[in-house]
């Protein structure tokens, strides 16, 4: 529940530099699509996350909505396991490029994504 709680803050510390600044959000994703790690790690990170959610979603306040989250990260590390890391690299890039005008705004919706994960997983504490 707490590995939920920390993606969730994750998400919201992401969306925050998102909002403040997307061209060096867009700049970020370009170097990072660079390195020999990039692939792997965006499998990993969905894969363990995706489970994490799927295990714990029923001490959660909202046990249905975390599983379906964690299907969705599993079914993402799935997807990018089966795709080429060239392309995956390729489309990374073309994506931070192409959408950087959207970045703030999805920033936003990833501020108030990233706060209903982490108040889903701790406020089962306090309910």
Same mark, same amino acid.
């Given at each position: 529940?707490?590995?939920? @709680? &920390?993606?969730? %803050? #994750?998400?919201?510390?992401?969306?925050?530099?998102?909002? +403040?600044?997307? $061209?060096?959000?867009?700049?970020?994703?370009?170097?990072?699509? /660079? !390195?020999? *790690?990039?692939?792997? &790690?965006?499998?990993?990170?969905?894969? $363990?996350?995706?489970?994490v959610f799927i295990?714990?979603?029923?001490? !959660?306040?909202?046990?249905? $909505?975390? #599983?379906?989250?964690?299907? =969705?990260?599993? /079914?993402?590390?799935?997807? #990018?396991? =089966?795709?080429?890391?060239?392309?995956?690299?390729?489309?990374? %890039? *073309?994506?931070?490029r192409k959408f950087?005008? +959207?970045?703030?705004?999805? @920033?936003? =919706? @990833?501020?108030?994504? /990233?706060?209903?994960? $982490?108040?889903?997983?701790v406020g089962s =504490?306090? @309910?």
């Open positions: 529940m707490y590995m939920i @709680g &920390f993606f969730g %803050a #994750l998400v919201c510390a992401s969306s925050f530099i998102m909002i +403040a600044n997307p $061209v060096a959000w867009s700049n970020g994703i370009i170097s990072f699509c /660079g !390195t020999s *790690w990039f692939h792997p &790690f965006e499998i990993a990170s969905r894969l $363990v996350f995706g489970l295990i714990y979603a029923d001490q !959660t306040l909202y046990p249905r $909505v975390i #599983l379906a989250i964690g299907y =969705l990260l599993l /079914g993402a590390s799935l997807v #990018l396991l =089966l795709m080429q890391p060239s392309r995956h690299r390729r489309f990374a %890039a *073309w994506s931070a950087r005008r +959207a970045f703030r705004p999805a @920033g936003v =919706l @990833g501020a108030a994504s /990233g706060a209903f994960i $982490v108040f889903a997983s =504490l306090y @309910g």
